[in-house]
């Protein structure tokens, strides 16, 4: 007999007695892109930049995931967040990150829409709730290398559950495991509700910093002319 995970569909979310769902952290590759690429243009649409969102599957096939692949966070690193009704199989197929699996109690039944939308792609029932994606980077004044997240999303209906801290907390156990020295990432000035969730977490929020970005037709002029245009720094 198969177990419950496997015999569940994604349209049994939410059942209204269902106080309890199982987490599964893990490893994404390229049966993810459709999804990833869902997730992504619905983080464009909260963060009011879908006029920046020009990625595809095609591109981010590509870019996320060559072959032969690179080991986890050594590289950009998607891991993906998924949900079940019922307890999640182990499965240590990925040696180089075993999933994580965490119980987590409801105070309530969810209400989630689009959960037939988000099936995982690895069956079981699962639905996919979000994602971060991170990279390496390195600090001069410290000597030491680090892991920057450029995204961390989980969608609408799967918020305010502690979700997005457990992404957050498996990327610094990585980068404490790798010997590094800091974990970083950006957010919107007006989501006050992000940075206050971060400065709870200890983080500090630097407000000095400002990002410099060169893209479009910028980057593209800038980068094809060597000669020194002046503002010399």
Partial sequence: ????????????????????????????????????????????????????????????????????????????????????????????????????????????????????????????????????????NYSTFMARPGLYVEDLFVREAWRRLGMGRMMLSVVAREAARMGCGRVEWCVLDWNTNAIDFYEGMGAEVLQPWRICRLSGEALRSYAGNEDDRGGRI
Avoid: K
Avoid at 41 to 58: N, Y
Avoid at 79 to 108: C, K, M, N, T, Y
């Fill in 1 to 136: 007999m198969a177990p419950a995970a496997a015999t569940a569909t994604a349209t049994d979310l939410p059942l209204p007695e269902q106080q309890a769902i199982w987490i599964r952290i893990r490893l994404a590759d390229n049966r993810d892109v459709s999804i990833i690429h869902r997730l992504i243009h619905q983080m464009a649409v909260f963060e009011r930049l879908t006029d920046l969102f020009s990625a595809t599957e095609s591109s981010l096939s590509t870019t996320l995931f060559p072959s032969p692949p690179l080991p986890p966070f050594r590289s950009f690193t998607v891991l993906i967040l998924e949900i079940s009704l019922s307890p999640i199989p182990e499965d240590e197929s990925d040696l180089d990150f075993p999933p994580i699996v965490r119980q987590i109690a409801l105070g309530s039944a969810v209400d989630d829409p689009e959960a037939e939308a988000f099936a995982s792609p690895r069956g079981g029932g699962l639905v996919v709730a979000g994602f971060v994606l991170c990279f390496p």
